[in-house]
């Protein structure tokens, strides 16, 4: 594919925020600083006299140092998503007024998977739990409910609608669907595709118990009606009822009134078995079970139905497990009898989702982690600079303003504030506990990457402490934990200690090949990391691999890593901010490499070290980029090496549904797929956006 100099490619992968650039980028370097000499906790302690006597009197900025004045302060910012996002064509297209050029005609051509990449062993889902609901405040309520019941770090929890249940392949990337109150009937069939397909689901007072057992018939409940049921232990359960029970052949058309003055003592007992149709008329036989029952009829309140050719489950509630007892403060009686069986309630959902659906649950996890302060780690000199260029957009009381996130730089005998989501103070002359500078300085041997690193152990996310400034090539912040850490397209990173987590800052500017090609940068990240795990000596069977375009799996089915790229684009230089998360020391939510490495009897990686080693590797490659073509084909052969997709078919569907087979070859100069038609024609595909698999629902440009 054919790319005009002009204009600045835009990769799906990056959060770009952009500018019209007429220029070319590359790798900047600054002049001053990166010994290779060894940073001790006594050289922390030096003094760098008070920071304002610093700022009073700053150090002269070399000629090839970037500076805040280096960025143009008329910078004009266009958040592209990648909806928005258009590639350019091969023939050709006119440059928008957002700087990125538009086809003549629409990107329409959608590639998807023939033959997926082979599986070396046990396959294992994502841990993503999707909510749906159309109704919001019941949308909010399962999503919180869930989030205190299942185990911390463990899950994913999204909640999600019916465009994207009916556009993203999300069924191979789901644990748990859980389907509150009516489903559309456009999404039944879906639903239905997943359950006997081995998908698992909680169904919270929902009308798609008709879909699945459709011998039941439905018996009248009086609206926000109180009933008692029990299940396994707890018994005689006071909670709010959905608006219709179900069993098998009601003797009643409707629950009894206060003043009926009987019970059903022989109520109707649902069916053991149901044969439900697929959408290819395949029949599907679900074993049906009562796991709790309503006290006066003994209508099933809990249900559980099980595919057993698929492993499929799911569980009916017809009690609303969602709904907290707040909700009915205003109905006193309903309230008091509420807040009684709340626990019950919590546990009894506990219970559902650990025995029934497979899911960990939270036991005793107490709240999160207090918000820690930063320290500042580096050479002294390297401080002294960057500490002088920030001096003018400091506020009071030594204060950076980034986008969500401010930093506090304190000196000695200044009183820091309280950490909070918010606000960080950073500490100049101390030292952390738990990171050690000594071994992380000894295993650093690049010049400019890592040099600075700003450490917390618990923050936000490390993304925030570099997002809304330009502050320093190389600079790095290292998080122990994220409260919010977050990856490609919004998605979540689940970020337990022991979870290896950097954000990095880079300025590239406009004499290189990665200048002209800043997309690929993620690659050439994300081959770092695994370089610097698999390149050690005796590492050589550690079975990392790279999924297009920046995901790090063990073997071909357990993610273990991945980056995200923020970038701002000017004429000048460009400024990337990658946030790279890594299953370091943490088996939870997959597994992790620490486990990988004593499997294989090799010593397991600190942070300090894997941090030193990732920073090294990426200063290499970089370098070797500039070497010019022989660099290149270095770093693509390198890449290759690791990466999944090796002769891997995919078939393209036109827009008059015509289908087309081809073969992934590798990845062309800016990072998209590309492929090889059987007419011997290759040309670039990329993502169409949906945040669950890049290899389904790629996109290739119209070609006339």
């Known amino acids: 594919m054919e790319m005009t100099n002009s204009l600045l490619p835009l ?65 004009k910012h266009t958040e592209l998503s990648p909806s928005t996002l258009s590639v350019v064509s091969q023939s ?18 959608l590639v998807i998977l023939k033959h997926p990449i082979r599986t070396r062993g046990l396959k294992m889902k994502p841990p993503n739990v999707l909510v749906f609901s159309e109704s919001s405040a019941t949308l909010d309520n399962t999503v919180a409910v869930l989030h205190s019941t299942l185990q911390r770090h463990r899950y994913c929890i999204y909640p999600t609608s019916k465009p994207l249940l009916l556009s993203s392949p999300w069924s191979d990337h789901a644990q748990l669907l859980v389907v509150c109150g009516t489903v559309p009937d456009v999404l039944a069939p879906v639903f239905m595709s997943y359950l006997l397909s081995g998908g698992h689901m909680l169904c919270l007072c929902s009308d798609f118990l008709h879909l699945v057992l459709p011998t039941f018939r439905t018996a009248e409940v009086r609206e926000r009606e109180l009933v008692h049921f029990s299940y396994g232990r707890w018994k005689q359960v006071p909670m709010m009822h959905h608006i219709f029970c179900y069993q098998a052949s009601p003797a009643k058309s409707r629950f009894p009134q206060e003043d009926d003055g009987h019970r059903l003592t022989n109520p109707p007992k649902p069916p053991a078995t149901v044969e439900v149709m697929d959408g290819e008329n395949k029949k599907h036989t679900l074993q049906v079970q009562v796991l709790g029952a309503e006290e006066t009829w003994h209508t099933p309140s809990l249900l559980l139905a099980s595919v057993g050719s698929s492993g499929g489950k799911v569980v009916f509630s017809q009690v609303h497990l969602e709904v907290d007892p707040g909700q009915y403060e205003s109905e006193e009686t309903k309230f008091q009898a509420l ?20 899911l960990s649950v939270a036991e005793n996890q107490g709240p999160l982690p207090a918000y820690t302060p930063g320290y500042f780690l580096g050479r002294h000199e390297l401080k002294l600079d960057f500490l002088s260029a920030l001096q003018p957009r400091l506020k009071a009381d030594n204060i950076l303003k980034l986008n969500l996130l401010s930093l506090q730089f304190c000196g000695k005998g200044v009183e820091p504030a309280k950490p909070t989501a918010s606000l960080m103070p950073v500490f100049l002359h101390a030292c952390p506990q ?15 990457i890592g040099r600075l690193l700003i450490f917390s152990e618990v923050m936000t996310s490390s993304m925030e402490g570099l997002d809304g400034a330009v502050l320093h ?82 073997g071909d089915c357990i993610k273990v890593g991945g980056l995200v790229v923020k970038t ?17 020391d943490n088996n939870v939510p997959t597994t992790c490499i620490n486990t990988l490495l004593r499997e294989l009897k090799l010593a397991p990686l600190s942070l300090e070290k894997f941090l030193a080693l990732v920073f090294t590797k990426l200063e290499k490659l970089l370098v070797t980029l500039e070497k010019g073509s022989s660099g290149v084909d270095q770093v693509r052969q390198l890449y290759y090496k690791y990466w999944l997709h090796s002769n891997c078919e995919v078939t393209v569907i036109g827009p008059q ?12 100069d800016f990072g998209f797929l590309q492929v090889l038609a059987k007419d011997g024609c290759a ?11 890049m290899l389904r629902g790629l996109i290739a440009p119209k070609v006339k």
């Open 339 to 358: 807040q009684k069986s709340d626990k019950a309630r919590l546990e009894i959902l506990q219970d559902l989702l650990s025995s029934h659906l497979g």
């Open 434 to 448: 738990r990171f050690s500078t000594v071994e992380y300085f000894e295993n650093l041997h690049s010049e400019h």
């Open 657 to 668: 549904g015509s289908k087309q087979e081809v073969t992934i070859l590798g990845i062309d």
């Open 92 to 109: 050709g297209g006119k440059l928008g007024e957002a700087g990125r050029e538009e086809l003549s005609s629409p990107l329409h051509e």
């Open 11 to 75: 990769y799906i992968m990056f959060d770009f925020t952009l500018s019209v650039s007429q220029e070319t980028f590359s790798p900047h370097h600054l002049s001053r600083g990166g010994s290779d000499e060894t940073e001790t906790r006594l050289e922390e302690e030096k003094s760098v006299e008070s920071f304002h006597s610093v700022a009073q009197d700053p150090i002269p900025q070399d000629s090839g140092s970037i500076t805040p004045s280096d960025i143009p302060p008329s910078i």
């Open 473 to 554: 090539h190389g600079l790095a912040v290292v998080a122990s934990q994220q409260i919010s850490g977050a990856g490609r397209s919004g998605n979540a990173w689940l970020s337990p200690e022991g979870c290896g987590m950097f954000s990095l800052q880079l300025h590239i500017r406009s004499d290189s090949y990665l200048g002209h090609h800043v997309p690929f940068l993620q690659h050439v990240v994300s081959l770092a990391v695994v370089l610097a795990i698999c390149s050690q000596t005796g590492h050589e069977d550690v079975d990392l691999h790279l999924k297009w375009p920046n995901d790090i799996y063990v």
């Open 683 to 693: 040309f670039s595909v990329h993502p169409d956006g949906n945040s669950f698999d």
């Open 568 to 584: 701002i684009v000017d004429n000048t230089m460009t400024v990337c901010n990658i946030g790279v998360g890594m299953n370091l």
